[in-house]
């Protein structure tokens, strides 16, 4: 019987693949829906940056600020009531202040550096701060090795959050590579993760730059095709469109299409069952033939009651 509304659904022990933004709205549903002490996330770090001597991760904090209740609602990433009085300074000092670092987020970038240099893992950081954010549930990222997506542009290469923020995504996309990764250890714990769920699940993410260097991890995409069963993927393109960020434009630019069914051929080898939003139902037949179920869901998440029914449906598939 499906539990009545309200209600936690027990019994799963969860594992989330996903970026920043578009993933946290999904992430809060199961956070809320389930039990959050059997839910693991492995969050993408291609994201990472060094800035002014700090390390920043936005994708660990977007999902460990959105989990406690303290992200800017409006933004998806930042602390909520956020002020910039450093940023103005460093900037005063003549430092680049196109990365908007608030008061209170530098906060968390200076003690993740600290933990780091005092020989701690960019994973025990992790850890660290979300408990100190009291969130209940596990957040690892994909690697304690530093592995930065660089974008091959028409204007040269150039770091994920160079070509996102600084460049508002307007150079043309040739080529994605993560840095490094082919010598890069999934962090402990994540293999194990995927291994010991009993489902796992793709968020909504950007399938390019946030779960791509994540499936990039040696050992990670044959430890999901092993799962294939398990395996869940919500599609983050909603008729042609993205439901956050350039994933389309850079889906088109990197000759796939930038369909429900573009992403699907991304996952066709790892992932049992693909789940697209109503507006994509014609392309059910086609996601079939990869080898795939079809699960129909309304996958938009824009207010919480949304996020939730979209993690209940899930969860009960
Ligand atoms: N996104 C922006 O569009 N502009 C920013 O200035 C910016 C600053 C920023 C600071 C901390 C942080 O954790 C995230 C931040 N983001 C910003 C979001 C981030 O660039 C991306 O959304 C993620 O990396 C993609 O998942």
């Known amino acids: 019987m499906p539990p009545v509304e309200g209600q936690k659904i027990a019994g799963h022990r969860i594992t989330a693949l996903g970026g920043g933004v ?45 989990l406690a209740g303290i992200v800017d609602p409006a933004k998806g990433w930042g602390i909520r009531g956020e002020t910039f009085h450093a940023l103005k300074r460093l900037a005063g000092y003549g430092r680049a202040n196109w990365f ?48 930065p997506t660089i974008i091959e542009s028409n204007e040269g290469p150039l770091h994920f959050q160079e070509y996102l923020v600084k460049r508002r995504s307007e150079p043309v996309v040739k080529g994605i590579r993560f840095k490094g990764v082919e010598a890069a250890h999934p962090a402990p714990g994540v293999l194990e993760a995927i291994r010991d769920a009993s489902r796992v699940l793709i968020c909504p993410s950007n399938p390019l730059i946030s779960i791509g260097p994540i499936l990039a991890v040696p050992g990670v995409r044959e430890q999901l095709r092993v799962r294939k069963t398990h395996v869940f993927a919500v599609c983050p393109i909603v008729g042609g469109k993205s439901l956050k960020g350039p994933s389309d434009k850079m889906l088109t630019q990197l000759g796939h299409d930038a ?59």
């Not at 906060?107 to 993740?112: E, S």
């Open 100 to 147: 908007n670092l608030g008061d209170r987020d530098l906060a968390t970038h200076i003690h993740r550096t600290a933990l780091l240099a005092e020989g701690k893992t960019l994973a025990d950081a992790a850890e660290l701060i979300r408990s100190a954010l009291g969130v209940k549930a596990r957040i690892l990222p994909m690697s304690n090795d530093p592995v």
């Open 259 to 317: 369909t429900a069914l573009g992403v699907a051929k991304l996952y066709a080898d790892f992932t049992g069952t693909f789940v697209i939003d109503p507006a994509d139902q014609a392309l059910s037949a086609a996601v079939s033939t990869l080898g795939m179920k079809v699960a129909v869901l309304p996958t938009v998440m824009k207010t919480r009651a949304q996020k939730d029914t979209l993690a209940r449906a899930l969860l009960n598939l």
């Open 22 to 66: 578009g993933a946290s709205r999904l992430l809060l549903g199961l956070y809320e829906v389930s039990d959050p002490a059997a839910l693991t996330i492995i969050v993408n770090t291609g994201d990472d940056i060094e800035l002014h001597g700090l390390r920043i991760s936005p994708d660990l904090d977007i999902v460990t600020y959105t």
